[in-house]
């Protein structure tokens, strides 16, 4: 419904087009207000002419003319207006709201809610609550409660009178109330106060919560909700260089405590916008269709949300890739100009230009999952810049989904120039079956000529490399040079015990107890190869023939043992030599006596029967009374013992 200065009402269809015999004379002067109930049955009309009048779309039976003889500048029709029943109520406003209820017998009972403080400027009645502005402010008022809820007194804007300016009000559902008034916004909560709130004091069971104040650029021509944002039609402060008003514009905000942010600006093109202020222009809405309507003086506009497609296009515009990317996979079916892919080339083109590779990488793997041939189209864009490292974590690496040879071996020597570790990591992780591993072999050989950095780790990546090309021999050779520990994981893991004997030497400097376990683990080189090969360290033959006597103790190494034990071990030699019968006794002997190892000779010569010889050394080396007390009760022999007492009493 459209009101004139000239006291007429034109009923439009949505698209604009007036109905026929639908023009309604309602008033003698311009119209101030127009209401219309939640089902759109009935409209309310008000004036200066002193009259309110209310219009059944459907049947004129219903039809109220009322004339209060008073300038009206207000009206609001209950939403429920348009129920079967007795109760149709509506309230008018001038310096004070006043409810008209039709009563049993059809007539008008009028009830005075409230005084105003000045003119009631603005109406709007939402289910159970009314909103109203005044001189000072905006209040509340609860229709079931019938008390008011409070003020909310409206900010002193310096120069600025605000009694100039409309105050825009809008029900956003039952218990959102929006604000809009000069240049500031408001969005308040009617809330249910609690049980120890209303116990201690005498309140009204609801109480209005202001949940966002803020301050536009703009002066407010009206109000409306979308969804969780905000409708906003903005009257510009600023004039033009001719001192004529600038373009309205429609801004979509988001709106938090105390700020706001824009979502979507459109300048209107409306006749005659150079002569208008604020006043001039309404902003409505159907709720139920998103459908708005901002009306000016010559013109009425109808907007509505953009489409998917549309909303997609403004993110792409404005560089928000992510929200567009958001949008296309929550909504694919509904989505007709644009695709994930499409979408995501672009974003990824604005990373790559603003240099932000990392993201750029990441972005890749949203996009083109494990598509081969999107990421084979896209990954030369990050060779161009020498960022192949940024994309490297998200490649497709399966078999099912590789890429191109080349693309991989393009990623290995871009590491392998710019990143050692980066490119060992590489080699250790990926599948050999992505590259060509001669080739990548073939550019570490010739990346070593000049290279000084980082030698070892390139060394390590070829060693590596040499065993997926199964040449197991250059591998373990390049990880011995490294002094690398791999190598015995290289060993177990292809099974290669057969090729180490002429390395046993290399192995045991690395790490003789692994060695040691492997070669006692397999029996693959025969102990007699190993001790042959470990002769030229006795050090390492040592610790060889200890471990392997423990597994194999029949004495084969005995021999060997005592000279090993005698120069490695002299703590383990006595007792080895009592446990033995593999060794022989007079070489033994020989080794002892040129280490003066005094207790082994004299286990050895007692085992030869040169007791005499024993019981010397005891006394006259050890010096040790006791043991040799010992040894003779040992022995048994009368004659050892009187060798015994004849050296106690020549040598006390």
Avoid at 18 to 23: D, M, N, P, T, V
Avoid at 105 to 133: D, H, P, Q
Wanted: glycine fraction near 4%.
């Amino acid at each position: 419904c459209l009101g004139s200065h000239w006291g007429v009402i034109h009923i439009l269809d949505h698209q604009g087009n007036s109905i026929q015999g639908k023009e309604l004379k309602a008033h003698t002067v311009s119209v101030n207000q127009i209401s219309i109930d939640s089902n759109g049955e009935f409209v309310a009309t008000c004036s200066d002419d002193g009259k309110v009048f209310i219009h059944s779309l459907f049947s004129k039976e219903n039809d109220v003319q009322l004339n209060l003889g008073r300038l009206l500048k207000t009206v609001s029709l209950d939403p429920l207006y348009f129920k079967f029943g007795i109760n149709k109520r509506f309230i008018t406003g001038d310096d004070k709201l006043t409810l008209y209820e039709r009563t049993f017998l059809g007539n008008l009972k009028s009830t005075v809610l409230c005084e105003s403080e000045g003119l009631v400027r603005s109406l709007c009645w939402g289910e159970n609550f009314l909103a109203w502005s005044s001189n000072i402010g905006v209040r509340v008022y609860d229709m079931n409660a019938r008390c008011s809820l409070g003020l909310i007194k409206w900010e002193d804007h310096p120069g600025i009178s605000i009694d100039k300016f409309r105050c825009n009000l809008r029900w956003a559902d039952s218990r959102t109330l929006l604000i809009g008034w000069v240049d500031t916004v408001r969005v308040c909560v009617i809330r249910k106060r609690s049980n120890i709130e209303l116990a201690n004091r005498d309140l009204p069971e609801y109480l209005v919560d202001p949940v966002s104040t803020f301050q536009t650029e703009f002066y407010i021509s009206g109000i409306a909700p979308l969804d969780q944002q905000l409708v906003l039609l903005g009257f510009p402060k600023e004039l033009d260089e001719h001192q004529k008003s600038l373009r309205p514009q429609l801004y979509i905000v988001e709106y938090r405590d105390n700020d706001y942010t824009d979502i979507c600006t459109d300048s209107l093109s409306l006749r005659g916008y150079e002569e208008y202020s604020a006043n001039d222009y309404h902003l409505d809405v159907l709720l139920e269709e998103n459908r708005f309507f901002i009306v000016a003086p010559k013109d009425v506009v109808v907007a509505s949300p953009y489409d998917l497609d549309d909303r997609i296009q403004w993110f792409i515009q404005h560089n928000k890739f992510d929200e567009a990317l958001d949008i296309l996979m929550q909504n694919s079916r509904n989505i007709y100009r644009h695709t994930v892919q499409s979408v995501g080339i672009d974003y990824l083109d604005h990373l790559l230009s603003r240099g932000m590779y990392d993201n750029a990488g990441r972005l890749g793997l949203r996009i083109f999952g494990k598509n081969p041939a999107l990421w084979e189209d896209q990954i030369y864009k990050f060779a161009s810049v020498h960022q192949l490292r940024s994309v490297s974590p998200y490649i497709p690496r399966s078999v099912e989904s590789k890429l191109n040879p080349h693309i991989y071996e393009m990623i290995l020597y871009e590491y392998l120039k710019l990143d050692a570790h980066g490119f060992l990591n590489l080699v250790k992780e990926w599948d050999s079956g992505l590259y060509n591993i001669a080739a990548v072999i073939n550019a570490v050989l010739e990346h070593l000529l000049n290279c000084e950095i980082d030698k070892n780790l390139y060394l390590e990546a070829l060693a590596i490399l040499y065993s997926y090309e199964k040449k197991y021999d250059k591998s373990l050779s390049m990880y011995l040079k490294l002094k690398h520990k791999d190598v015995f994981v290289l060993i177990q893991k292809h099974n290669l015990y057969s090729v180490i004997q002429d390395m046993l030497l290399d192995l045991m400097d690395l790490d003789h107890k692994k060695t040691i376990d492997l070669l006692l683990q397999k029996n693959t080189i025969s102990s007699d190869k190993i001790v042959e090969k470990l002769k030229e360290n006795p050090l390492h033959l040592y610790r060889y023939l200890d471990e392997y006597d423990k597994k194999n103790p029949k004495g084969r190494y005995h021999k060997e043992l005592v000279q090993l034990y005698a120069v490695f071990a002299k703590d383990k030699l006595l007792a080895f030599l009592k446990k033995s019968d593999h060794y022989p006794i007079q070489e033994a002997l020989d080794i002892c006596q040129k280490e003066k190892y005094y207790p082994e000779m004299v286990y050895l010569l007692g085992r030869i029967g040169d007791t005499k010889e024993a019981l010397a050394l005891i006394v006259d080396e050890l010096k040790d009374m006791q043991h040799a007390v010992a040894f003779c009760q040992e022995h048994d022999d009368s004659d050892l013992w009187e060798d015994l007492i004849d050296r106690c009493v020549n040598e006390p």
